[in-house]
């Protein structure tokens, strides 16, 4: 998983059918986390709202949620992490 | 998902059985999407033309679609964003 | 999926007994395709030759093709372009 | 899988419920490694602490242990290194 | 596929329990063969060595080998070239 921030949303009214309720948020990981990925659209599975820092699978990870096993997302916001504090690091 | 703009397509006449039939759609992501994947190919799902803003899922997202679960795609189309407009992004 | 060009081969006679039978190609990503790949070993699926320009996918879909499905292979040929000007970009 | 030294911990509460359990780890891989990762979060899975050095898996392979079938997660940390004495390498 | 370089081992005591018996080689894809990856631990399935060149799958293509299907890798060497000289280019 990667922690990213939310940073926005984005709409899609035609789309498979297989995704209709998904709420597709804009996710931008932590500078420190991945290098090569800037932003990418995840399915938010756990309440996420803009300005939250949340943990993001990608793959089939994304479709491990009940309910989810057959929609055609590559990345799901899995979980929201209550401040960036609890983020501790000891290099 | 990414989001990528519709930039071209490809034929191919002779390819996998299981490919017959795919919309091979040449996608571009935006720029702040991700910045070690320039172009891909990817099937449409989502009735996309070119021009058009839309969701690209990769990996075996890409085969949840019913119909396309035993194709050979890596990539594809699943929703078309009515207009960059729709993209909001609050940093 | 990437376009890419057969540019080699490479034969590996102590392999996996499920590679038995596999013919081993090394693509090279157009440079407008994918920007951290430089060259990779696919799986021919579809009667590529070196010269070719071919559809490669990476992942599980490199597994689709039947007779494939029990295969160690990550990326397949799996489509070929007649030709470089069957590559439609409207920019 | 790549190597990499767990640097750190994150604590999310509001998460999905396939992750009730679950202790994820800051891990940073060895700069030999993977050079477009910087950092990843990694379910323990080998009763790792802070400081040690790991084998991390990512993708499906991430599921594999009993139990951890249906979490969404991505990357998971399989293996402990009793000491980076232990990585030879001969060049 | 990517063709590397067997230059090293690790060893892993404590670890998942699928992975007992695993052969954990760290390998060094050609230069040509991919930029971003530098260095990656794979298990051996082909009775490689060390200075080896040998074929690297990744994703759940290192699972397809049979008895290998539960394990927590995420990489494996399927394949192992004679020599670098069987690897032919026509660019």
């Known amino acids: 998983m990667i922690i990213a921030k939310v940073i926005g949303t984005v709409v899609s009214t035609r789309k498979n059918s297989n995704l209709i309720g998904s709420k597709f948020m804009i996710v931008e ?13 995840a399915v938010d599975q756990a309440g996420a709202g803009i300005g939250d820092y949340v943990l993001v699978s990608v793959g089939s990870a994304a479709r491990m949620l009940s309910g989810s096993e057959a929609a055609s997302i590559d990345a799901a916001i899995v979980g929201v992490i209550d401040s960036p504090d609890e983020i501790v690091v000891k290099e």
Chains 1, 2, 3, 4, 5 share one sequence.
């Open 29 to 41: 990981p932590l500078p420190v986390m991945q290098s090569d990925i800037k932003r990418l659209v």
